[in-house]
Antibody, heavy 122, light 110 residues
């Protein structure tokens, strides 16, 4: 059974760096074809893809946010960490991590964590 | 601002058939990239409903089906049920933007 859970601060100040951890079970990030992605969703809006990391350590980023994002994995701990710099009020959203099946443009996010709401405020 | 456009809302009576469109362009759906669909209830994470255009994960009722043609994809719900009232999102790949989600559609059961 695949499960994922996001953890990190629920409140950050403007200009600060957000660090989120995705802790998962039921799969290994050393298995071929597997990845973990981050997706965020502002309240009342559509999801927005942020980043992906594959078992090969291949990393992908949203072009519009690439300069602010860093994704890493710790296979031994079954964790993926996402950092986002220079947080602002528009970054208020629920942040999800998700299991990615398939190493290609046809890959799918088939299991999602419960999400964590991050607010940016002084 | 998504490059995949969906109608904001659709509605239907129980038992009816409703369809949700996902309109893209030649840089995503029209380029042949597959489309996935997710269902989301308030306060919960999106759940995979249809993958690779028209495949249902185990446990998804067969009243949900997907199709694709040209630069658009569609999700159909036949025999609409009260428990289908939720938000639905399409997702695909864009040559320029990478992973993209649709604008979302709220399904209301009358």
């Amino acid at each position: 059974q695949i499960t994922l859970k996001e953890s990190g601060p629920t409140l950050v100040k403007p200009t600060q760096t957000l660090t989120l951890t995705c802790t998962f079970s039921g799969f290994s990030l050393s298995t071929s074809g597997v990845g973990v992605g981050w997706i965020r969703q502002p309240p009342g809006k559509a999801p927005e893809w942020l980043s992906l990391i594959y078992w090969t350590d291949d990393k992908r980023y949203s072009p519009s946010l690439k300069s602010r994002l860093t994704i890493t994995k710790d296979t031994s701990k079954n964790q993926v960490v996402l950092t986002m710099t220079n947080m602002g009020p528009v970054d208020r959203a629920t942040y999800y991590c998700a299991h990615r099946r398939g190493y290609s443009s046809s890959g799918v996010f088939d299991y999602w964590g419960q999400g964590t709401l991050v607010t940016v405020s002084p | 601002q998504s490059v995949l456009t969906q109608p904001p809302s659709v509605s239907g009576a129980p038992g009816q058939r409703v369809t949700i469109s996902c309109t893209g362009s030649s840089s995503n759906i029209g380029a042949g990239y597959v489309v996935h669909w997710y269902q989301q209830f308030p306060g919960t994470a999106p759940k995979l409903l249809i993958y690779e255009d028209n495949n249902r994960p185990s446990g998804v009722p067969d009243r949900f089906s997907g199709s694709k043609s040209g630069t658009s994809a569609s999700l159909a719900i036949t025999g609409l049920q009260v428990e289908d009232e939720a938000d639905y999102y399409c997702q695909s790949y864009d040559i320029n933007l990478s992973e993209v989600f649709g604008t979302g559609t709220k399904v209301t059961v009358l």
